[in-house]
């Protein structure tokens, strides 16, 4: 297994369920971009003929977006992983001008890191956002046995760009990450 996966799988399942969720939006709404304004109600129709649902006066695109999620050829979420895994900039970097753009109440997590401090192993989590122009991120620090988010660091990442975000933790030696913890330590 190279690493890219093994950080992918780093991170828990139902996160990496919501981005691969986030990426078949994405790319339907990629879809119906490209569209010309002309066949966008035919298609439209045809969704609704297809789910037998009632047009939704809130949010009419939910249904055409499910339904180009289910007529593109995209793929499934263990092939989806692998690329994941082997090209993470391209993940990352297609989150630019997204609607699915991480946000500080639900930032997304870039990549996980183990440590070992006191016969104890930690994961060092980077969780990041979009603030405006420029990504944001701090540390998460979890027990590694557990699971459990038990410390933080305030936000010391901006970056112009999300895989800028990555590629400086990743500079951190595990010295760093360990400094970290102790100033996130109550």
Do not use: K
């Given at each position: 297994m190279?690493?890219?996966?093994?950080?992918a799988e780093?991170i828990?399942?139902?996160?990496l369920?919501?981005?691969?969720?986030?990426?078949?939006?994405?790319?339907?709404?990629?879809?119906?971009?490209?569209?010309?304004?002309?066949?966008?109600?035919?298609?439209?129709?045809?969704a609704?003929r297809?789910?037998?649902?009632?047009?939704?006066?809130d949010?009419?695109m939910?249904?055409?977006?499910?339904?180009?999620?289910?007529?593109?050829?995209?793929?499934p979420?263990?092939?989806?992983?692998?690329?994941?895994?082997?090209f993470p900039?391209?993940?990352?970097?297609?989150?630019?001008?997204?609607?699915?753009?991480?946000?500080?109440?639900?930032?997304?997590?870039?990549?996980?890191?183990?440590?070992?401090?006191?016969?104890?192993?930690?994961?060092?989590?980077?969780?990041?956002?979009?603030?405006?122009?420029?990504?944001?991120?701090?540390?998460?620090?979890?027990?590694?046995?557990?699971g459990?988010?038990?410390y933080?660091?305030?936000?010391?990442?901006?970056?112009?760009?999300?895989?800028?975000?990555?590629?400086?933790?990743?500079?951190?030696?595990?010295?760093?990450?360990?400094?970290f913890?102790?100033?996130?330590?109550p």
């Amino acid at each position: 297994m190279s690493v890219p996966a093994a950080r992918a799988e780093a991170i828990s399942g139902a996160e990496l369920a919501m981005q691969y969720q986030a990426y078949r939006r994405r790319e339907a709404r990629g879809l119906i971009g490209l569209l010309p304004v002309g066949a966008i109600r035919p298609l439209y129709r045809r969704a609704l003929r297809e789910s037998g649902q009632r047009p939704d006066r809130d949010d009419p695109m939910r249904l055409l977006v499910s339904y180009c999620e289910r007529i593109l050829p995209l793929p499934p979420f263990e092939m989806w992983l692998e690329d994941r895994g082997r090209f993470p900039a391209q993940h990352w970097d297609a989150l630019e001008g997204s609607a699915e753009v991480p946000s500080p109440a639900s930032p997304a997590t870039f990549d996980v890191r183990t440590f070992a401090r006191d016969s104890v192993e930690w994961r060092a989590c980077l969780r990041g956002f979009r603030d405006r122009d420029v990504w944001r991120g701090f540390i998460a620090f979890e027990d590694a046995e557990s699971g459990d988010a038990v410390y933080r660091t305030a936000l010391i990442f901006r970056e112009s760009e999300a895989s800028e975000l990555r590629d400086r933790f990743r500079s951190f030696e595990s010295g760093t990450l360990e400094a970290f913890l102790r100033s996130a330590l109550p």
